[in-house]
Every structure is written in structure tokens, then in C-alpha cells.
């Protein structure tokens, strides 16, 4: 395995799918795979992967997409701070993650319609699960 496969190519992929499936034997706590992607039980389920895929987006919707682990909170911080013109009492007294929830988890995939615009909302999905209206709208997005 010393090249990268390339994409498309299933044979190349494979054995990095069987790989990937022996160490995720071995990992505690449960998992499930939605699209061939593994996902912690409890945090996530199918039914809230799917609606965040199939989401319906607002042209002023904000998302923040990034990477586990790269300054995520720091953004939603920021951005929030921008949508209230620099007040920073809507930090002070409302949780992040009613600020901006996580499109994919359950918690935050089944409260989605009840956000006030502009929402802003959080996603570590990557793009091939990602909302596909975003890509027909004028929703914003900051990436890390």
C-alpha cells in the first residue's frame, strides 16, 4: 500500500476498507456505518445523518464545516459575536450548541427547523454526506 488509491478505483480501495474494518473491531463503544463511513452509536444515528443530508437549506444559513479538532468553537464563537454586532450576551446566556448545532448529530439534526434565521450550524460530515440543497442556495459556509 505504498501508493494512495485513486478514487473510483473499488479494487484500489478495498484493501484500505478491510483495514479500516479490523480496526474498527477493535475499538470500544459501538459504531455504525452510514454510506460506508463508521459513526459512534448514541451521538449519531442513520435517521439523523440522513437528515442532515437531506436537509432543507435557507439562503441565510451559515454553516461552519471543518475538520474534528480544528478550531471549530473558536469560529462558532466568532461568528456569533458577528451575527449579534459584537453583544456578547447571546454567548453568555445561550449554550454552543444551541448556537450552532451539529447538523449530524441527534441532538442537533432534529432541532434544525427550529432555529431562528439566520442559523448558524456546525458540521464535521464530509461532502459526499454533506446537504446537498446547500449547493443550490446562498447559504454560506466557513470552512477550517
Given at each position: ?108 439534526a432534529f432541532s434544525l427547523p427550529d432555529q431562528p434565521s439566520p442559523r448558524l450550524m456546525s458540521s464535521h460530515l464530509p461532502i459526499q454526506l ?15
Amino acid at each position: 500500500m505504498d501508493e494512495p488509491a485513486e478514487p473510483g478505483n473499488q479494487a484500489a480501495w478495498d484493501p484500505y476498507e478491510k483495514n479500516i474494518s479490523e480496526i474498527s473491531q477493535n475499538l470500544s463503544g459501538e459504531y455504525f456505518r452510514y454510506k460506508g463511513i463508521l459513526f459512534p452509536v448514541g451521538f449519531y444515528s442513520p435517521e439523523s445523518i440522513s437528515i442532515a443530508e437531506n436537509s432543507e437549506v435557507q439562503d441565510d444559513d451559515i454553516f461552519i464545516i471543518t475538520y474534528p479538532k480544528s478550531g471549530t468553537n473558536w469560529m462558532i464563537e466568532i461568528l456569533s459575536l458577528i451575527l449579534k454586532d459584537g453583544d456578547p450576551s447571546w454567548i453568555r446566556s445561550v449554550p454552543i450548541w444551541k448556537r450552532s448545532p451539529w447538523c449530524e448529530v441527534v441532538m442537533g439534526a432534529f432541532s434544525l427547523p427550529d432555529q431562528p434565521s439566520p442559523r448558524l450550524m456546525s458540521s464535521h460530515l464530509p461532502i459526499q454526506l454533506f446537504t446537498k440543497a446547500f449547493f443550490n442556495s446562498k447559504a454560506k459556509a466557513q470552512t477550517g
